[in-house]
Every structure is written in structure tokens, then in C-alpha cells.
């Protein structure tokens, strides 16, 4: 990595390798829609990019990425980033990589993932509820639609009235039965984190 001129993907490969080396587990690197990204044998993403513009053009954007088991959770760990000279060996930057990105990311994830699974219960838990009142609504006359939303749930239950011929509606929305993951307990230290 002694060449600032490198792509991004030899920046990805020669980085994958270090870090193979640094931190005892394998890693890849993984091109999905054309974007340079780093996976390791536990899970762990990194993603990678080349700034173009700005005071820091040239430099090399290294930045935590969604696990798979904890997508989409509300913790600054999970999307951390820092910048790094693409001139500098590999082994530096796995070391940098590691000490200011990795350390709390990985202590973080046991917490992602049960934030993770208690949303996808509630997710479940509303659709539960959903699909219930649409059986019911099912039963009157007239037309039930559902919102195609996942972050506003709800039903609408369209009819013409028998006698004043108006559109009535009845409408089931913001269906929340809310949850609460206030921390998780890891190695002994507890993570603090915000529910939705």
C-alpha cells in the first residue's frame, strides 16, 4: 500500500490480508453494487471508499458496516468511520482498523443483535395484529386495504353506507406495541442503548 494511486480494491485486498494476519480470523474482501467492502469470518463489515473531493481528497474512508444479524440498529459503533492514508502499509492501517474501529464494534454487536431481534418481534407482534383485524374486517361488506408501510401499519376498511350511500371509512393505523432493549451485559461491561 505504498502507492496512494492504488484503487480501492487493491486498497480492500492488501487490507483484507493484513488483517487476516492482525486479527486471527479470515477476512474477504466482497464487491456488492460495485462498492468495496471487508468481511470477516465472524461477521464483522467493513466498507471501503476513496475520498474524492474536499481537503481529505485522495484519502482512504474506512467505516463500519451493518452486520448481517443486526441490520438497521440505531448505534454510532455499527456506523463508525475513520480516515487513513492509502501510503501507509497495510499492517498500520489493520492495527488503526482494529484499535478505533473493531474493538467497539465488536463490543456492541451481542447488544445490536438483541435490539435487532426485539424489533423484528414487535415487527411480527403488529403484523399479528394486522392480520387479525383484516379477518374481522374481511366479514363487512366492502373493500379492506392495507398500507404497504412497514413504518406505519394500517388498514382501511372502504364502504358504501346501506342508507346514505356516502364512503365510510374505517381506518386501523399506527399500530404500536412498542419494546424496550435497554442494555445488554457483555464480558462483564453493560451497553447502554435507545430503543425505537
Known amino acids: 500500500m505504498n502507492r496512494p494511486e492504488c484503487s480501492v480494491g487493491e486498497i480492500g485486498a492488501r487490507l483484507a490480508a493484513a488483517l487476516s ?10 464487491e456488492p453494487q460495485g462498492r468495496v467492502g471487508l468481511v470477516s469470518a465472524g461477521g464483522d ?7 474524492s473531493y474536499g481537503p481529505q481528497a485522495g484519502r482512504v474512508i474506512v467505516g463500519c458496516g451493518d452486520p448481517d444479524d443486526a441490520r438497521d440498529v ?22 488503526d482498523v482494529s484499535r478505533r474501529l473493531l474493538r467497539a464494534y465488536r463490543a456492541v454487536r451481542p447488544a445490536a443483535r438483541a435490539w435487532r431481534a ?46 346514505r350511500g356516502a364512503v365510510e371509512q374505517v381506518r386501523i393505523s399506527d399500530v404500536r406495541l412498542g419494546h424496550e432493549v435497554t442494555g445488554v451485559t457483555s464480558g462483564g461491561v453493560v451497553y447502554e442503548i435507545d430503543s425505537a
Not at 122 to 142: F, K, N, S, T
Open 45 to 51: 463489515r467493513l466498507e471501503l471508499h476513496i475520498r
Open 118 to 163: 426485539a424489533a423484528d418481534a414487535l415487527a411480527a407482534a403488529e403484523d399479528a395484529v394486522l392480520d387479525e383485524a383484516e379477518q374481522h374486517l374481511a366479514a363487512l361488506p366492502g373493500t379492506v386495504e392495507r398500507s404497504g408501510s412497514p413504518h406505519l401499519p394500517a388498514l382501511t376498511l372502504s364502504t358504501e353506507h346501506p342508507y
Open 21 to 30: 494476519t492482525f486479527d486471527e480470523q479470515t477476512w474477504r474482501v466482497t
Open 74 to 95: 440505531p448505534m454510532p459503533e455499527l456506523g463508525a468511520t475513520i480516515t487513513v492514508s492509502p501510503a501507509r502499509p497495510a499492517e498500520h492501517i489493520a492495527a
